[in-house]
């Protein structure tokens, strides 16, 4: 074991006072009653491996990987006590010393080529109706037999594949006249090939407002589901492509319209690179520039020629957008400036939905438990529709409003902006 990661875990413990205010906010924790799934039982059980007391089992393996990553234990912790660095540094040890999964090994390995990941996503695009059918009374599919992993057992709803990249919709450059800024469009995967309706709505936001907007091709996924599941090597590997197709654009800002890719900017990049890698100054310095689109517009002078909008809506709080960035006034403040939006605020907003990246793959049944608590939420309010800042989250909610009977959409926030500014003829 490396000194600097005894050293993360050790100055961790020693400020842990095992109050318990975690078990509170762990919405694991609430769906399996379980201490050794909180975030006091895992500190101890690492304490425990530290002192020889136990040993790399596949149980101490999968209680740390059944953890959202919400930052909620963190957030709420009265110590300071840095419980998600702990697990991320725990997931990294526990991969080096006993391997990954298969199914995993093979989908990072996919991941890391972005030409080949690329073509895939097209081609599953094009042939996705052979093993999902579509839902006929909103977006979505359902699978057409059994299948028996994530949920997928002809009930769990997916979004459809986009039948083109957003990336590709877009030129590398959208020029303006006379722009006031310049900025760098952070994609992610998920507006990328899934909701590219979003980054095209966020692009013309930015149009409305006189910002080029510069989309780099060579961009990668951002890495967050691979080195959150412990492969810092392969995470590593995707920053550093990253950083070097953003590294040398002249540009003002940063921009992502995703929660994870943005905090995956402005903190994860420096915290999985190694103290040592000549990468590690241009992720600070990039780290320094990089923005949620919703704090963007925040420090603009915002075009505010909005159009009317007659509808009800409420706004779920991502994790990685909240905790993660401290970001949750910005975006209501855009919702409320738009004419005619009545905006109710839901019941929990800012509790995690259940999605946690690849855990409702892995543990289905507990991240619908979590999810059903939302569900009821939004299930309270009654709005027209739901906005988020996260695609991951949004397609989790989507299964969730879908298994509940609930017919309601879920939006990216940017959307709603867009769509007031058309119905001005803005954009």
């Known amino acids: 074991m490396s000194k600097h990661r005894q050293e993360i875990w050790e100055n961790e413990l020693a400020k842990c006072i095992k109050c318990g205010t975690c078990r509170s906010v762990c919405q694991v924790f609430q769906s399996v009653d379980d201490e050794s799934y909180v975030a006091r039982g895992k500190m101890r059980l ?56 298969k199914v995993k090994r093979m989908a990072f390995t996919w991941l890391k080529y972005r030409n080949i990941f690329d073509f895939s996503l097209r081609f599953g695009a094009f042939f996705q109706g052979l093993v999902f059918k579509g839902l006929p009374d909103r977006n979505g599919r359902i699978p057409r037999f059994p299948i028996p992993v994530a949920g997928f057992n002809q009930r769990r709803i997916i979004p459809t594949l986009a039948k083109r990249p957003l990336r590709s919709m877009l030129p590398e450059v959208v020029k303006i006249d006379k722009p006031k800024m310049r900025v760098a469009f952070f994609t992610g995967c998920m507006m990328n090939y899934v909701y590219p309706e979003s980054g095209l709505a966020l692009v013309d936001v930015l149009r409305a407002n006189d910002i080029e907007v510069v989309t780099p091709k060579k961009q990668q996924c951002c890495g967050t589901p691979i080195f959150t599941s412990g492969d810092f090597k392969t995470g590593r590997l995707l920053v550093k492509q990253n950083l070097t197709a953003f590294c040398d654009l002249d540009v003002d800002a940063i921009v992502a319209g995703c929660a994870s890719g943005g905090v995956a900017w402005k903190h994860e990049f420096q915290t999985i690179l190694e103290e040592d890698d000549e990468m590690l100054p241009v992720a600070k310095k990039l780290a320094e520039k990089s923005y949620d689109i919703s704090e963007f517009l925040s420090k603009i002078e915002l075009n505010n020629n909005f159009g009317r909008v007659e509808k009800t809506v409420t706004y779920h709080d991502p994790c990685h957008l909240n905790r ?90 940017i959307e709603l902006l867009a769509e007031s500014y058309r119905k001005q003829g803005v954009i």
């Open 324 to 413: 993660g960035q401290g970001i949750s006034k910005e975006p209501r403040d855009l919702i409320k400036a738009i004419p005619g939006i009545k905006f109710i605020e839901m019941s929990h907003a800012d509790n995690c939905c259940g999605s946690g990246g690849s855990f409702n793959l892995s543990y289905y049944e507990v991240s619908r438990d979590i999810n059903n608590k939302k569900v009821k939420s939004i299930g309270e309010v009654k709005p027209d529709i739901v906005l988020t800042g996260c695609s991951a989250c949004r397609m989790h909610i989507e299964d969730g409003l879908f298994q509940s009977g609930l017919n309601i959409p879920v939006r990216h926030t």
């Open 46 to 101: 690492v304490d425990a491996y530290l002192n020889n007391k136990i040993n790399l089992t596949d149980g101490l393996a999968q209680r740390m990987s059944m953890c959202l990553m919400c930052k909620a234990c963190t957030a709420s912790c009265p110590s300071g006590v840095k419980t998600d660095r702990v697990f991320l540094e725990m997931r990294n040890y526990l991969a080096e010393e006993k391997g990954l999964s």
